[in-house]
């Protein structure tokens, strides 16, 4: 059960396009279509963002987009805002029931 | 709304036990798996364990299985965890969640956490 690898953080400035990368392995990322993504923002409990590689909740942003390569997924963000400005969390099932996170992305608006 | 309101965490020493619970409301919880997920301090999220819709499916991380026990009741909308044999490793703030299906594949919804400091 080893995490999924994220970059430790990114930055970008306010009206960008920054993309955060997600690295798994054949067995949880490359194997299913249930990679979900989740915003915490400083001192509070996490958000769902994308569940199934690439679906919205509502209520989310249309801002807020991913999508899935092998082994590796992604979300983008556009026209970035000063309130984005969190930590960025992929997650994966990995089989037998098991729910594989990313150490986290830091992100940065300039 | 969905409301996930934890409760249980404190201060206790290494090898001790201590059980928590996750109060519910605003969903049909008997429809839903549900999960534990901690957030040791100053660190990422790490998946703890989940419940299945019934409760008669239980998963857990390699790091706290023999060790911590999922549960539900559905009569009374509540989830537990009860842990055993605390490491000062098990620190962290230890978050209820919901699932978006009725096993295992993303969360949905996240409570506000409570902390467990294992320490002497």
């Known amino acids: 059960q080893s995490a999924l690898t994220q970059p430790a953080s990114v930055s970008g400035s306010p009206g960008q396009s920054i993309t955060f990368s997600c690295t798994g392995t054949?067995?949880?990322?490359?194997?299913?279509?249930?990679v979900s993504w989740y915003q915490q923002l400083p001192g509070k409990a996490p958000k769902l963002l994308i569940y199934e590689v690439n679906k919205r909740p509502s209520g989310v942003s249309d801002r807020f987009s991913a999508s899935k390569s092998g082994s590796t997924a992604s979300l983008t963000i556009s026209g970035l805002q000063a309130e984005d400005e969190a930590d960025y969390y992929c997650?994966?099932?990995?089989?037998?029931?098991?729910?594989?996170f990313g150490g986290g992305t830091r992100l940065t608006v300039l | 709304q969905v409301q996930l309101v934890e409760s249980g965490g404190g201060v206790v020493q290494p090898g001790r036990s201590l059980r928590l619970a996750c109060a519910v409301s605003?969903?049909?919880?008997?429809?839903?798996?549900m999960h534990w997920v901690r957030q040791a301090p100053g660190k990422g999220l790490e998946w703890v364990a989940v419940?299945?819709?019934?409760?008669?499916?239980?998963y857990y991380a390699d790091s706290v299985k023999g060790r911590f026990t999922i549960s539900r009741d559905n009569a009374k909308n509540t989830l537990f965890l009860q842990m055993d044999s605390l490491r000062a490793e098990d620190t962290a703030v230890y978050y209820c969640?919901?699932?978006?299906?009725?096993?295992?594949?993303?969360?949905?919804?996240w409570g506000q956490g409570t902390l467990v400091t294992v320490s002497s």
């Open positions: 054949s067995s949880d990322v490359g194997n299913y279509f249930l």
């Open positions: 969640a919901r699932d978006g299906q009725y096993s295992s594949s993303w969360i949905e919804d």
């Open positions: 605003g969903f049909t919880f008997k429809n839903y798996g």
């Open positions: 419940t299945w819709f019934n409760g008669k499916n239980n």
């Open positions: 997650c994966s099932y990995a089989g037998d029931n098991i729910l594989l």
